[in-house]
Nanobody, 122 residues
Framework: QVQLVESGGGLVQAGGSLRLSCTVS????????MGWFRQASGKEREFLSV????????YSADSVKDRFTISRDNAKNTLYLQMNSLKSEDTAVYFC???????????????WGQGTQVTVSS
């Protein structure tokens, strides 16, 4: 059974930082691109960032590219999202995903995690 489990969400002050993790099991982690998405209350799910299977290339949405950094540790089957300079508008449920680097940028995902809540206080 494929499982993607996010962790590290919580309440943080505006301007602060948070690191999300996503642990993956049930698939060959190193064979997949990985990405992060988020969905704010009442909004559509939004693409944030994607990383290639070996971590050599990344692509991030304009809304977060100067503040968020995606990374992965294939030895630990873990994906990370380092979030800095957080804003109230970053409040959302954050989802990790596995799939194709190119297709995930367009929202086409093979596997989803169940999400972790990030709330940024203002």
């Amino acid at each position: 059974q494929v499982q993607l489990v996010e962790s590290g969400g919580g309440l943080v002050q505006a301007g602060g930082s948070l690191r999300l993790s996503c642990t993956v099991s049930g698939l060959t982690f190193s064979a997949y691109g990985m990405g992060w998405f988020r969905q704010a209350s009442g909004k559509e799910r939004e693409f944030l960032s994607v990383i290639t299977w070996n971590g050599e290339s990344t692509y991030s949405a304009d809304s977060v590219k100067d503040r968020f950094t995606i990374s992965r540790d294939n030895a630990k089957n873990t994906l990370y999202l380092q979030m800095n300079s957080l804003k109230s508008e970053d409040t959302a449920v954050y989802f990790c995903a596995a799939g194709s680097f190119g297709r995930m940028i367009q929202g086409e995902v093979g596997y989803w995690g169940q999400g972790t809540q990030v709330t940024v206080s203002s």
